[in-house]
């Protein structure tokens, strides 16, 4: 059965960097992976996406210009590089996959509803 997990969180200071890892384990292979992020007191949301078929990224309008998603279809692996963070990103971000050929209902990467497999989530704070 798929595992997800995901790394790479800590504190840093506003205007700095963090690049998250998540890696999908076992022998199942995914569609796509992405990333979620949910603050204290709000509701989960959407960060970017990677389809690894095509290579296409999707990205939240918060985070454009500022967040970058990469991955490695081989290792079944994506990151997240994370630029000029600002307090209003702080926030626990989840690495979630999508199972390759698995039937299912349509959806959207942007939709938490389209993945099978969530990690555990890693904390990212970000200091005034």
């Known amino acids: 059965q798929m595992q997800v997990v995901e790394s790479g969180g800590g504190v840093v200071q506003a205007g700095g960097s963090l690049r998250l890892s998540c890696a999908a384990s076992g022998r199942t292979l995914s569609s796509t992976m992405g990333w979620f992020r949910q603050a204290p007191g709000k509701e989960r949301e959407f960060v970017a996406a990677?389809?690894?078929?095509?290579?296409?990224?999707y990205a939240a309008d918060s985070v454009k210009g500022r967040f970058t998603i990469s991955g490695n279809k081989a290792k079944n692996a994506i990151f997240l590089q994370m630029n000029n963070l600002s307090p209003e990103d702080t926030a626990v971000y989840y690495c979630?996959?999508?199972?390759?050929?698995?039937?299912?209902?349509?959806?959207?990467?942007?939709?938490?509803?389209?993945?099978?497999?969530w990690g555990q989530g890693t904390q990212v704070t970000v200091s005034a």
């Open positions: 979630a996959a999508r199972i390759y050929g698995l039937s299912r209902g349509s959806g959207t990467a942007e939709s938490s509803q389209f993945y099978d497999v």
């Open positions: 990677l389809t690894f078929y095509s290579l296409n990224t």
